[in-house]
């Protein structure tokens, strides 16, 4: 059965980033009610943190050498997410900007899946390799600020150029980016912006 895998990655249950998904997804049923949607929430899945075994398998793999017993055992679980993660025919990611950037969450979960070997690899002559086949992929990023026309009160936007570019490390270049914005502040513009995003994310659920 084809699969969209849905990474939702904010904590709040009053979540804009969320609700967009929420709009793109009912969209995505009605135009495509035989595929399944595995969701991946971020903050509920097991994740092992970055460090004692995990970390060392990396660098292993990087040296080539051997991998001890625990190594093997921890980065099964890096082969387990990504596999996930490689089986989707279509993928969402809906997140908060946090600081400039990512929840932390979410780039735990980068920080595992992209292994050597696993989703990208190292030729000498070439540099670095993708490993995974592209993809249609939609991120929704939810912030406080208005990215869209530019009134983000002196805060940039590190999330869109970041997963633009670890995604494409990995192979998925074929990348849309809806930003809901902003999402606080006084309450008409956070409608309007509401409004109009919602209004994109069912238009593109049609097609996608
Ligand atoms: C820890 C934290 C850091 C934030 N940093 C930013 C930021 O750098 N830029 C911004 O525009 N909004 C920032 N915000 C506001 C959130 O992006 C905004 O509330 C957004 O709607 C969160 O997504 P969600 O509604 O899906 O949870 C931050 C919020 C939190 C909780």
Same mark, same amino acid.
């Given at each position: @059965? +084809? #699969?969209?895998?849905?990474l939702?990655c ?20 009605? =135009?495509? &009610?035989?595929?399944? /949607?595995?969701?991946?929430?971020i903050?509920?899945e097991?994740m092992p943190e970055f460090t004692g075994p995990i970390i060392e398998a990396k660098y292993?793999r990087l #040296?080539?050498?051997? *991998? ?6 921890s980065f099964?679980e890096a082969?387990?997410m990504a596999?996930?993660f490689?089986? =989707? ?6 997140? $908060? @900007?946090?600081? *400039?950037g990512l929840p932390y969450k979410l780039k735990q979960w980068f920080d595992i899946i992209v292994q050597p070997?696993l989703t990208f690899?190292?030729? $000498?002559?070439?540099?670095?390799? &993708?490993?995974?086949?592209?993809? &249609?992929?939609?991120?929704? /990023?939810?912030?406080?600020?208005? *990215?869209?026309?530019? @009134? ?8 869109? $150029?970041y997963l633009?570019?670890i995604l494409?490390f990995i192979? /998925? ?12 502040? &006084? ?16 238009? @593109?659920? +049609?097609?996608?």
């Amino acid at each position: @059965m +084809a #699969k969209l895998l849905h990474l939702t990655c904010s904590p709040r249950t009053e979540s804009e980033s969320s609700a967009g998904a929420r709009v793109f997804l009912d969209g995505f049923s009605q =135009a495509r &009610p035989d595929w399944d /949607i595995d969701v991946v929430d971020i903050w509920r899945e097991r994740m092992p943190e970055f460090t004692g075994p995990i970390i060392e398998a990396k660098y292993a793999r990087l #040296k080539a050498e051997t *991998f001890t017993e625990a190594q093997r055992d921890s980065f099964a679980e890096a082969e387990r997410m990504a596999l996930r993660f490689s089986l =989707a025919d279509r993928v969402l990611i809906s997140t $908060p @900007m946090w600081n *400039f950037g990512l929840p932390y969450k979410l780039k735990q979960w980068f920080d595992i899946i992209v292994q050597p070997g696993l989703t990208f690899r190292f030729d $000498p002559s070439q540099g670095y390799l &993708p490993l995974l086949q592209d993809r &249609p992929t939609l991120v929704i /990023i939810a912030s406080g600020s208005d *990215f869209a026309t530019g @009134m983000n009160r002196g805060r940039i936007d590190m999330a869109t $150029p970041y997963l633009r570019e670890i995604l494409r490390f990995i192979g /998925i270049s074929n990348v849309r980016f809806v930003l809901i914005g902003p999402t606080t502040g &006084p309450q008409q513009p956070i409608d309007a912006a509401r409004e109009r995003t919602h209004r994109r994310l069912a238009a @593109m659920a +049609a097609t996608f």
